[in-house]
Structure formats: C-alpha cells, structure tokens
C-alpha cells in the first residue's frame, strides 16, 4: 500500500495518507482505519486514482461526508475515496445550479433558500454531500433530492464519464441503483422560482425541528427505513427499546429510529443495537426492518 501512496503523492495535488483512523470521517465518530486514504482534487486526478487502483487490485470506496455511514472497528482493507478540490465547487446558471459531488447538501439548500430558488429547502438539515445525496436519494418532508435533478456526471470504473438522466439512476426511497463502482462527480439540479421569505422561514423552521426531534450526540441520522406503511421509529419504540444501551451505543430516547454514540461507542456495540432491535421488531410485530445506513468493512 506504501507504493500505491507514494506513487499517488507524487502525481496529485489531494491528499494521501495511509492508515487513516475513519471515526475521523464519519457522524457517528466510530471506524477503524482505511489502509488508503486519497483526496482527487480534479477529474482527472480521479480518473488517474481509480486507474492506479484497479493496476494494483486495491477495493475502494467513496466517501461522502461518512453521515448515513457504520464503519467496522477493523477499519477497511482498501482505499477510501474522498472527493475535494473541484468537486465542493457549485455555480448557478439562473435556476439551474451544477454542484460538485462533495459540495454540503445543506449548505446549497441554504445557499438556494436565500437566493428565492425553490426546490431544496426539504435538505437544509441534511448534512450530507450531493454525491451521497443521490446515491442515497437523500429526503424529508415526502421530498426527495432526486425529485430535483436534471442531470449527474457519473464516473465508471475505467475512468469514463457519462452524463445520466435521473429516470436512469432507479431512484426510489432511500435507494438509487448507482453501483458502488461509480463516483458521482457532479450533478445538475432545476430549481424553481419561489419566494425568498418563505424559502428561508422553511429552512429554520426545519432546524427547529431537527433540533427538538433528534439527538444532539454523534449518530447517523436513520438507522433503518421505514417498512411500507408504518414508522421504524415507532415500531422499536413500540417494542420498549428506547434508551436500550450496548456498550457505549443507544437507542436514542429523543428518537428511537436514531442509535447515538455516548463518547465511548465502537461499531460492534452499534451492531449489537441493530440487531437487537430487528430481532425484537421482527418478534412482536413480524416486520423485517431495512437498514437505511450504509456499512464499511463489513
Ligand atoms: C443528524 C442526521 C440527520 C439526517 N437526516 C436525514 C434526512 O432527513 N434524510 C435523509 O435522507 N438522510 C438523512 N441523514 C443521512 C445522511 O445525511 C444522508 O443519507 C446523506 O445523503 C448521506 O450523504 P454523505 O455524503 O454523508 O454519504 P456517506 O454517508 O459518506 O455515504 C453514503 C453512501 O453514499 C455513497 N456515496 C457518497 N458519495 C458518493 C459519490 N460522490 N458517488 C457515489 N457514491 C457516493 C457512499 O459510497 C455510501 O454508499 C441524516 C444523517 C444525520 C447524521
């Protein structure tokens, strides 16, 4: 791995690092290391990564901002991937505004509240990237992002880029079919006109909300999805799992569809919760919950 970083140090102006401690990374504060860590600036220096690490047979992945996220306390054998540079870049055409993969998702709905485009105020209290956002077809509110994109520059795994239209990308709750070997680099979004006032008062309020509603302690927003017809929150709270504690991991008493992590917290705790509160929920209610986060190293 010490030569693939050498080789890439030498060739990108991101960063590169070995042995990178990820609970650094993500909002859950938990993760061991990732053997690589590489920060492409530009196209091309993403395009000349995953080039150096199909030569050399490493497994990658991208990062977003590591907020709907569980990284294993074993860290992964591989790279991580995270976008910079370029990629937090965004401009605006009118209504339409192109933004970088790693561009804040709640920062641009702010940045669009306050210019009077409509469109994004559901995502201001999202603290994801746009890349994640489309990969995981982020939402809230009966909103969700894909509901705005016109478009998405999608990289594959030999380094070509294509343009696809959203009715492509299979956007559905909480899901795209976005394989795990592309990268989103960018994305197109078509606005509307709306009333800046208003724009604004939505994003507050929905601050507020989240402020009232979900735990302050580091977690990853939903844990599970909600079954067709029902509420995951609701169904482990129903089965007396609020405040239930693994280790240094808890279902959160604000909200019991959040598991937080009290300072102490390690994945495996954080599994031990997941699986407690399907096996309870699947017990008395015969529902089977759908993780809503994405796991690492697992
Ligand atoms: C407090 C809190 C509140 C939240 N509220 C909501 C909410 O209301 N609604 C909601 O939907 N989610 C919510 N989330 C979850 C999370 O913010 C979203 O799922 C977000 O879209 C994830 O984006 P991310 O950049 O952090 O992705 P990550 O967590 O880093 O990654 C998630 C997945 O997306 C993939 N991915 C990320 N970037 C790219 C890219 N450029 N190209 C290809 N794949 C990529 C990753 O590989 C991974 O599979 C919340 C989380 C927290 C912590």
């Not at 791995?1 to 609970?23: N, Y």
């Amino acid at each position: 791995m010490d030569q693939i970083a050498r080789k890439l140090a030498a060739s990108i102006t991101g960063a590169v690092r070995t042995k990178e401690p990820l609970c650094r990374h993500t909002s859950f504060k938990i993760g061991g290391p990732a053997d690589l860590f590489v920060e492409p600036a530009t196209i091309e220096e993403l395009a000349f990564t995953l080039a150096c690490l199909r030569q050399a047979g490493v497994e990658w992945f991208l990062l977003g901002n590591g907020t709907n996220l569980l990284v294993h306390d074993a860290g992964f054998r591989g790279a991580v991937i995270r976008l910079a540079g370029d990629f937090r870049r965004y401009e605006f055409d009118g209504l339409i505004v192109r933004a970088g993969a790693a561009v804040s998702l709640a920062h641009l709905a702010r940045e669009t509240g306050r210019r009077g485009y409509a469109g994004l105020a559901f995502a201001a209290g999202i603290p994801g990237t746009v890349g994640g956002a489309l990969a995981t077809n982020a939402g809230a509110h009966g909103v969700a992002f894909g509901d705005v994109v016109a478009d998405a520059q999608i990289m594959d795994e030999s380094g070509e880029l294509h343009t696809c239209l959203p009715e492509t990308l299979g956007l559905a709750y909480r899901k795209s079919n976005i394989s795990p070997a592309h990268v989103v680099c960018a994305v197109t979004l078509q606005l509307s006109a709306g009333d800046r006032e208003e724009l604004e008062r939505q994003c507050r309020d929905d601050f507020l909300f989240r402020r009232k509603h979900q735990p302050h302690q580091p977690n990853a927003g939903s844990i599970f999805k909600n079954p067709p017809g029902d509420v995951a929150g609701r169904l482990i709270e129903a089965a007396g799992l609020k405040g239930c504690r693994v280790g240094g991991a808890v279902i959160s008493a604000v909200h019991a569809n959040f598991i937080v992590n009290d300072g102490q917290a390690t994945a495996a705790d954080v599994m031990a919760l997941i699986d407690k509160a399907r096996a309870e929920v699947a017990g008395k209610f015969g529902i089977e919950l759908e993780l809503e986060i994405c796991l690492l190293g697992y």
